[in-house]
């Protein structure tokens, strides 16, 4: 007998079905006809427009901005008027999830189809696509880096403190020299996205926005294939990854380029299982070319390559690996080409190592030695830290050995052991940001998944999204604030599938009935 879930929270279907009906709690089957959630996506909407009216003043805004250096609104960048920004943006947040939550127990009982959840990602996305930057500021790099190629500067030897002007001056301080992270692919799309905007900051960043928002589109377009594939269901995927506020809060408001990279990542691996292995190959080589992380699921691809050839398994890998690496050499080698860069993106990935927080496993082992040792004396943190980077990145290694080894057949099995090595990626990686969760969903939401564990994603979103302040800066080590965060994420979590965990229901419904009884006896 499949597990049951409430779905009193959610009597905003016009056309319910029998109570039977409604309680199922099962991850399988289809059902025709179902109405949209209209009050859960306009909740969810509200909440967006008020994160949208929030981050005017309290988000990742402008060092001079034209908009807000003077007149009324200015207030809200200062004092109370910025505190009553950052309050606007966090009651925002929490109708965003609890719009998010509703769906979910709707998706889940299968009264929610893959329509409802697409019809709630549109109208959650679109006031953020003009909101300046949410919890973050890594747009602003991201323009910067484009500006230094575009100007003949290698964004791999230097950083946007080379050059001045509106688009510099708003780049973090801890990335005014930092070389670029990313592939040459993204260098190309940075500089095309100062070509169409020039340097106006704002058009800058919404043009970016919805260049990388194309990465969303084809995720969303490559859901069904893999879905149909990996024996998920498709709202459920959908959900999961494209009306999550980790995707509307970070991947879009931010916005980020992971955003690019996993739809690209996704894109190529259908492709994959479709029988298409140059195009397969070629994507993820894409994403790769965005941001080196898709690089981890590029082994798992020659071994579906080699499932469909015949003969010895190494004869078939060998045959498989060769056009695969040839493949790989082209796609890489027109986008720097085209972006006209070189290979110094190489040497830039250790840039971000300076960011020293305990979402990365590693790290967080570190600083706990780090402070365990210091009650003996005065120790530096950073031999510490490295040292505890480097197992982490050896045991990611061990982990990408194994599970490569065990993909050796091919097929769903190497999809699924790309998308487990991708979630170990962001775990084990010296520096861990809060939306490196969404590279290992963009595949493992496809697959079939438990209530339970649909309700660990929701208190990780939760918590991460919360990791950050609204202006970017990270809200890790304000320990009354993290309390705060870890409550709201194990709220959430359990709301999901459990209705009114803190028991609040009763007395709110004996309260109204009491006030319409005394109603009534006035009359």
């Known amino acids: 007998m499949a597990p049951s879930v409430s779905v009193e929270s959610a009597p905003d279907w016009s056309e319910r079905t029998n109570n039977a009906t409604a309680d199922l709690f099962s991850l399988g089957g289809r059902r025709p006809g179902r109405p949209l959630p209209l009050r859960t996506i306009a909740l969810g909407a509200i ?11 309290a988000a990742g805004t402008l060092i001079h901005d034209p908009v807000l250096g003077g007149g009324p609104l200015s207030a809200l960048r200062y004092g109370h008027g910025h505190d009553f920004a950052v309050t606007v943006i966090y009651v925002g947040f929490a109708l965003l999830v609890w719009a998010w939550v509703r769906l979910g127990r709707g998706v889940i009982a299968e009264l929610v189809s893959a329509r409802g959840v697409l019809w709630a990602t549109a109208a959650w996305l679109a006031p953020i696509l003009i909101a300046p930057p949410l919890f973050s500021r890594d747009v602003y790099s991201y323009l910067g880096q484009g500006l230094l190629a575009l100007n003949g500067l290698d964004p791999y030897g230097v950083g946007p403190a080379m050059l001045t002007g509106p688009i ?14 990313y592939g040459p692919l993204f260098i190309g799309v940075a500089k095309g996205v100062i070509l169409l905007a020039g340097h106006d900051v704002i058009a800058s960043v919404i043009v970016m926005r919805l260049v990388l928002l194309g990465g969303l589109v084809l995720l969303i377009c490559a859901l069904p294939g893999l879905v149909e594939h990996l024996g998920g269901r498709l709202p459920v995927a959908l959900w999961l990854v494209a009306a999550s ?7 879009v408001g931010g916005p980020h380029n992971d955003m690019l990279m996993i739809g690209l990542l996704a894109t190529g691996t259908l492709a994959m299982l479709r029988g298409r292995n140059v195009l397969g190959v070629g994507l993820v080589s894409a994403a790769m070319a ?8 590029l082994p798992f691809l020659v071994w579906m390559w080699a499932a469909r050839l015949e003969g010895p398994r190494l004869r078939r890998f060998a045959h498989a690996v060769v056009p695969a690496l040839a493949v790989f050499a082209v796609v890489f080698g027109s986008c720097t080409a085209l972006a006209k860069v070189g290979f110094g993106w190489l040497s830039a990935l250790s840039a971000p190592g300076m960011i020293v927080n305990y979402l990365s496993a590693p790290t967080a082992v570190g600083q706990a030695v780090h402070t365990v040792l210091s009650l003996f004396g005065e120790l530096n943190i950073w031999p510490i830290v ?12 061990a982990l990408l ?6 993909a050796r057949d091919g097929s769903t099995e190497a999809v699924r052991r790309a998308a487990i090595v991708l979630c170990c990626g962001a775990l084990l990686s010296p520096v861990v940001l809060p939306w490196y969760l969404t590279w290992g969903l963009a595949l493992g939401s496809a697959f079939a998944w438990t209530p339970r ?15 950050y302040y609204p202006d970017g800066e990270q809200a890790m080590y304000n320990w009354p604030f993290v309390a705060v965060g870890i409550g709201a994420a194990v709220l959430g979590g359990v709301s999901l599938v459990r209705f009114d965990p803190l028991g609040l ?3 709110i419904r004996d309260f109204t009935r009491d006030l319409r009884e005394e109603r009534l006896i006035r009359r």
């Open 47 to 57: 909440g967006s427009a008020l994160l949208l009216a929030g981050s005017i003043g």
């Open 168 to 181: 510099p001056e708003n780049v973090h301080p801890t990335w005014q020299t930092t070389p670029a992270p």
């Open 245 to 251: 506020p980790m995707t509307v809060v970070h991947l």
């Open 290 to 297: 965005v941001k080196a992380t898709a690089g981890l699921a």
């Open 386 to 397: 490295g040292t505890t980077r480097t197992l982490g990145s050896m045991l990611l290694l």
């Open 401 to 406: 050995a194994w599970n490569w080894w065990q």
């Open 453 to 467: 564990a649909l309700s660990y994603v929701v208190g990780a979103s939760i918590a991460l999204v919360l990791a």
């Open 505 to 507: 229901s009763d007395p």
